[in-house]
């Protein structure tokens, strides 16, 4: 029979792809493609190791480049997998290089391409992300939405219905589906969620950053920054440093590697109470998330962990692909300006979490399985 092929290579994609597998009901079927987009053991192995997923059946080791190089070099080397293993179907996730390199080939190919987390749209073309999305979505047969509002969009773009329609579906958010099963054993998975529960002697890494007095449980705020936006401006990336080194608790942010290059190439070192650490696992990261008081963040998924586990989220950018999330408060679009910053951090919320937008918790289910429908 022939497999499904579906593509990751950046570390958000892991952890998608992870549920996905995790729900398929004839997973040997179910191949995965790694491009190399990531490579650090931070930002990949780890994931594959707390996840519980077995080793890519396709590893290209593509590693870092610009935009067309990388691109160009995922689309070559993903034809040849593709020619090699003339998939059924073709799964991409989210809006990363390897996306649209994985989408582009198998498009070109005649196979069937599935993208889950279609639909969503920040309206900033400035972003690489959101080109990705657009023309991903645009060359994909299967659709798979993870809120209503995606849904809606691919309706305005004509994709859902008339001549060139797709199949469009709601499935909910697979990052829900995750969140929800680590969030019930985050107390005792990992040396930092036991601490947090119950902080005898000294913290582990990564809270071991921290003023020990402020890494108990709701004493700190956790903080990521790596969007190109952010990285590439050097004056930008100062002022959101030091507005993260000026906020009413000490910050803890495991660092991308983009942004410890940008930070070094500009010689800019932390201030005020900004603590600095190594990427985190998906699991520490989690705990980290359930035992902080704020999120301060300019990573898609993040905006989105930090209300399930139902801490207040700072993102800071200009727009957002993922407008529910802006419910009540919740979470606040501060751009760069460190005045907005810090009133957005004394702001409370209103209102409970909005979660309910991401679906039911089982969006790895309904994704396995239109994947599986195509037979
Ligand atoms: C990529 C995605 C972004 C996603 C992010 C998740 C694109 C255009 N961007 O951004 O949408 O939010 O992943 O984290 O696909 N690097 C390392 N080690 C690694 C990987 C990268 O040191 O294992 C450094 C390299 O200097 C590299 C830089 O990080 O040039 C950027 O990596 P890249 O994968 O191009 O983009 P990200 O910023 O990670
Ligand atoms: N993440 C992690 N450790 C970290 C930072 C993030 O495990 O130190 C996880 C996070 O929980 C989420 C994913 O990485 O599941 C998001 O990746 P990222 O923010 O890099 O990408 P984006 O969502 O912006 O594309």
Not at 27 to 42: A, F, N, S, V
Not at 198 to 206: E, I, K, R, S, T
């Amino acid at each position: 029979m022939k497999p499904y092929l579906h593509i990751v290579g950046a570390r958000p994609q892991f952890v998608k792809a992870a549920v996905v597998l995790a729900a398929a009901a004839d997973r040997p079927r179910h191949q995965l493609l790694h491009t190399g987009q990531h490579y650090d053991p931070g930002l990949s192995q780890v994931f594959f190791d707390e996840l519980e997923m077995a080793p890519p059946d396709h590893s290209l080791d593509i590693g870092s480049g610009k935009h067309g190089a990388q691109t160009g070099a995922m689309l070559a080397a993903i034809e040849a997998v593709v020619e090699r293993t003339r998939p059924a179907a073709m799964v991409v996730y989210g809006d990363t290089n390897s996306t649209l390199a994985g989408a582009l080939a198998a498009a070109k190919l005649h196979v069937p391409v599935v993208h889950v987390e279609a639909g969503l749209r920040s309206f900033d073309r400035r972003m690489p992300e959101e080109i990705n999305r657009v023309a991903t979505d645009h060359v994909s047969d299967v659709l798979l939405c993870p809120t209503h509002r995606a849904v809606e969009q691919l309706a305005s773009e004509g994709l859902a219905a008339g001549e060139g329609a797709r199949r469009v579906l709601f499935t909910g958010d697979v990052m829900l589906d995750l969140a929800r099963q680590v969030g019930r054993t985050v107390q005792t998975r990992t040396a930092v969620g036991r601490w947090l529960a119950d902080p005898q002697g000294p913290p582990p890494a990564p809270l071991d950053a921290l003023p020990a007095d402020a890494a108990r449980a709701g004493g700190f705020a956790v903080a990521t920054l790596h969007r190109a936006a952010n990285t590439d401006d050097p004056a930008r990336l100062a002022g959101l440093l030091a507005a993260l080194g000026d906020l009413p608790w000490p910050v803890l942010l495991p660092l991308h590697p983009r942004t410890r290059h940008a930070m070094a190439r500009a010689g800019l070192k932390p201030t005020g109470r900004l603590c600095l650490a190594e990427p985190a696992g998906y699991l520490d990261f989690t705990a980290l998330l359930h035992g902080c008081a704020r999120v301060f963040t300019d990573s898609g998924g993040v905006q989105k962990e930090a209300l399930f586990a139902g801490r207040p989220c700072v993102t800071m950018r200009d727009t957002t692909e993922w407008p529910e999330t802006l419910a009540g408060g919740w979470n606040v679009l501060v751009g760069a300006d460190p005045e907005a910053l810090r009133a957005a951090a004394r702001a409370a919320p209103e209102g409970p979490a909005p979660v309910d937008a991401f679906g039911d918790g089982d969006a790895g289910g309904a994704v396995a399985r239109a994947v599986e429908a195509l037979g």
